[in-house]
């Protein structure tokens, strides 16, 4: 059974976060019956994220636990919508900041998973 901790939620795509801080994807598999397969990468994590001003200066560094544990205390957005603070993940051997598309990072609600038949 999966554990998650938050969600990626990017304008065609959620993204969940196990605790470990491991990012998955869920995936619908059409042959058979209908199931839903949830999909990770054992390289693929989150390390933490910046928090950027008007000018693209990072301001602020968050670990990948303040991002696991309170995902509401960062300011994803500015006012008009624009991405403020960026995720830093690790997959394949580097370091990346995940830019665009525009997400935000929330809190997973309890049974998210098992509410769409998933765990």
């Known amino acids: 059974m999966v554990t998650l901790s938050?969600?990626?939620?990017?304008?065609?795509?959620t993204m969940p976060v196990t605790a470990e801080g491991?990012?998955?994807?869920?995936?619908?598999?059409?042959?058979g019956p209908p199931t839903w397969l949830v999909r990770g990468s054992a390289s693929w994590r989150?390390?933490?994220?910046?928090?950027?001003?008007?000018?693209?200066?990072?301001?602020?560094?968050?670990?990948c636990r303040e991002v696991l544990d309170t995902p509401e205390a960062i300011p994803w957005k500015?006012?008009?919508?624009?991405?403020?603070?960026y995720l830093l993940d690790y997959d394949h051997g580097s370091?990346?900041?995940?830019e665009s598309p525009g997400y935000v990072v929330a809190r997973a609600p309890w049974?998210?998973?098992e509410d769409r038949g998933i765990a």
């Not at 938050?6 to 795509?13: A, H, Q, R, S, T």
């Not at 491991?22 to 042959?31: A, G, K, L, S």
């Not at 370091?95 to 995940?98: A, D, G, I, L």
Request: hydrophobic share 35%; glycine share 10%; proline share 4%.
């Open 6 to 13: 938050v969600l990626i939620i990017g304008p065609d795509e």
């Open 78 to 85: 500015w006012k008009n919508g624009k991405q403020r603070s």
């Open 46 to 63: 989150i390390i933490g994220a910046v928090t950027c001003n008007n000018f693209g200066h990072v301001v602020k560094r968050w670990t």
């Open 111 to 113: 049974g998210y998973l």
């Open 95 to 98: 370091n990346r900041r995940r």
């Open 22 to 31: 491991f990012i998955t994807r869920v995936m619908y598999v059409p042959h």
